[in-house]
């Protein structure tokens, strides 16, 4: 493998996420006496900002978005961030690229606070470091993230780095920092997409094609 490093997404890409993060969807859209919805929408809702969806779901203004996110967050930190598992393989994988000696990191739009705790909870952060979460306010985007990873990682060519992740804003985010992108399928956004990965197993194969 040529390239320097990998830049992991965490939900849907590392660990499934959705039954806590529906749970604290479901207890803040209750909180603020919002529309229910289903379980399946609720899923659909893992990925964006949870301002982005109250905002683009909800029709929430930005303070009232906020206000929202906020009761959902200290939700999720409190009852919910637990509520998840690895997916099969993901630890192998984390371990042959750390054996490699590539580099690996972390950008996700959970809040810093909580995406630490969780990566540490589960040996992500054995392997990735460093763990660059969201602002509480969201006014780093995801691209915004991942060039962090790319200060603290020291690297100065972000093509040799490649971002793997399970949704269009992540494969947007990779593109707007410059770096490659690897999608899995297996996650909560891309499914049946060529070229992809179906397994955390086929991560390690479809990386060699990656060049720097």
């Given at each position: 493998?040529?390239?320097?490093?990998?830049?992991?997404?965490?939900?849907?890409?590392?660990?499934?996420?959705?039954?806590?993060?529906?749970?604290?969807?479901?207890?803040?859209?209750e909180?603020?006496?919002?529309?229910a919805k289903?379980?399946?929408?609720?899923?659909?809702?893992?990925?964006p900002t949870?301002?982005?969806i109250?905002t683009t779901?909800?029709g929430?203004?930005?303070?009232?978005?906020?206000?929202?996110?906020?009761?959902?967050?200290e939700?999720?930190?409190?009852?919910?961030?637990?509520?998840?598992?690895l997916?099969?393989?993901?630890?192998?994988?984390?371990?042959?690229?750390?054996?490699?000696g590539i580099?690996?990191?972390?950008?996700?739009?959970?809040?810093?606070?909580?995406?630490?705790e969780?990566?540490?909870?589960?040996?992500?952060?054995?392997?990735?470091?460093?763990?660059?979460?969201?602002?509480?306010?969201?006014?780093?985007?995801?691209?915004?993230?991942?060039?962090?990873?790319?200060?603290?990682?020291?690297?100065?060519?972000?093509?040799?780095?490649?971002?793997?992740?399970?949704?269009?804003?992540?494969?947007q985010?990779?593109?707007?920092?410059?770096?490659?992108?690897?999608?899995?399928?297996?996650?909560?956004?891309?499914?049946?997409?060529p070229?992809?990965a179906?397994?955390?197993?086929?991560?390690l194969?479809?990386l060699k094609?990656?060049?720097?």
């Amino acid at each position: 493998m040529k390239i320097k490093a990998v830049i992991w997404d965490v939900d849907g890409t590392l660990l499934n996420t959705q039954e806590g993060l529906t749970a604290a969807y479901r207890y803040a859209i209750e909180q603020c006496h919002l529309p229910a919805k289903t379980d399946e929408e609720l899923r659909s809702y893992i990925g964006p900002t949870p301002q982005t969806i109250f905002t683009t779901h909800f029709g929430l203004n930005e303070g009232e978005a906020q206000h929202a996110a906020d009761i959902f967050r200290e939700r999720y930190k409190s009852h919910d961030l637990f509520k998840a598992f690895l997916y099969p393989g993901v630890e192998e994988v984390l371990s042959s690229l750390d054996k490699a000696g590539i580099q690996q990191a972390i950008a996700t739009n959970k809040r810093q606070d909580y995406a630490t705790e969780i990566c540490k909870h589960f040996g992500i952060a054995d392997y990735c470091d460093p763990i660059i979460g969201a602002d509480n306010e969201n006014k780093l985007t995801k691209a915004d993230l991942i060039k962090e990873c790319l200060e603290e990682l020291e690297i100065s060519d972000p093509f040799s780095v490649v971002m793997i992740g399970d949704t269009e804003g992540d494969k947007q985010a990779a593109q707007a920092a410059g770096v490659q992108f690897l999608g899995v399928n297996y996650g909560f956004g891309f499914h049946n997409i060529p070229g992809y990965a179906n397994s955390p197993e086929e991560i390690l194969e479809l990386l060699k094609k990656y060049e720097a």
